[in-house]
């Protein structure tokens, strides 16, 4: 059987050093990084790309699900809590599969093989693990959707559709795919509401959905260009470089 990588984010060293141990009882699999915060943990994924994540969900810098938000390409997760009522009842609902602290050997090796298994249907664990993301947004009250007028009716659009918001002329434009339309909020208003996972601010003029990005080009002085799909590509200022660099694993 070919072996598959694996990576272990949990902020405790005692804890990452069990599971490590635990793992030596398969040979399927092989540790290729440790991560002991979420932004370490996002940073190790990005780079070493495993088929399997140990992730405990109450880690420092950003939470297991906050680290799940800015992957681009998500492993098999095992997700290991200690109490956590939202979580429990989120796996719960969408059967997936979880290690309540502290658990047992036996029971870390059946939770190892439900995830071996579930390799398998890689499409139908994708869907859960989707599910729970969603599930996980909504419960943070950030802006899930927003109204816009067309000709004489109103469209509902999912926030996680839309390409960018940019202020032009006094007016603040909602771009989703080769469509524009102005909507009533300003960008500082829109920044509060939206989920920072998802979106950041790039200019004082723009905020970008980071999953729609295809393409960063340099610009000189600088800058970068972002484009998208079908909408017009947009300017990132200096002062957002950094940041932008750091959310998407940028190296320039």
């Known amino acids: 059987m070919n072996r598959i990588t694996a990576v272990i984010a949990e902020d ?3 804890a990452r050093k069990r599971i490590s141990s ?15 915060d979420g932004e370490q943990a996002v940073e190790i994924i990005r780079h070493k790309q495993p088929d399997l994540l140990f ?3 109450q880690m420092p810098k950003l939470n297991g699900f906050e680290i799940l938000e800015q992957l681009e ?17 989120a796996f719960e609902v969408h059967a997936m599969d979880y290690l309540l602290k502290p658990y047992s050997h036996a029971r870390f090796k059946e939770s190892v093989q439900r995830a071996l298994e ?14 729970i993301l969603d599930e996980y947004r909504s419960n943070k009250g950030w802006l899930q ?54 979106f950041l601010r790039v200019h004082r003029n723009a905020i970008v959905n980071l999953s729609k990005i295809i393409r ?7 800058q970068l260009s972002l484009s998208f799909e079908h909408a017009d590509s947009l300017f990132v200022s200096r002062s957002h470089i950094n940041e932008l660099r750091k959310r998407i694993g940028l190296r320039l």
């Open 145 to 198: 959707r927003i109204s816009v007028k067309k000709e004489h009716s109103y469209f509902i659009m999912k926030t996680k559709h839309i390409d960018y918001f940019k202020s032009e002329d006094g007016l603040v434009y909602l771009t989703q795919g080769d469509e524009s339309f102005v909507i009533d909020a300003s960008l500082n208003a829109l920044e509060a509401k939206l989920d920072p996972t998802l």
């Open 73 to 89: 390409q998500k492993p098999m997760v095992i997700f290991s809590t200690a109490y956590d009522e939202f979580a429990i009842r």
């Open 55 to 57: 992730l405990d969900i």
């Open 12 to 14: 405790e060293a005692p």
């Open 22 to 36: 635990f793992c030596e009882g398969f040979t399927e699999i092989e540790i290729v990084g440790l991560a002991e």
């Open 216 to 222: 960063v080009v340099p610009w000189g002085q600088g």
């Open 118 to 131: 579930s390799n398998r249907d890689h499409i139908a664990t994708e869907e859960k693990l989707q599910n």
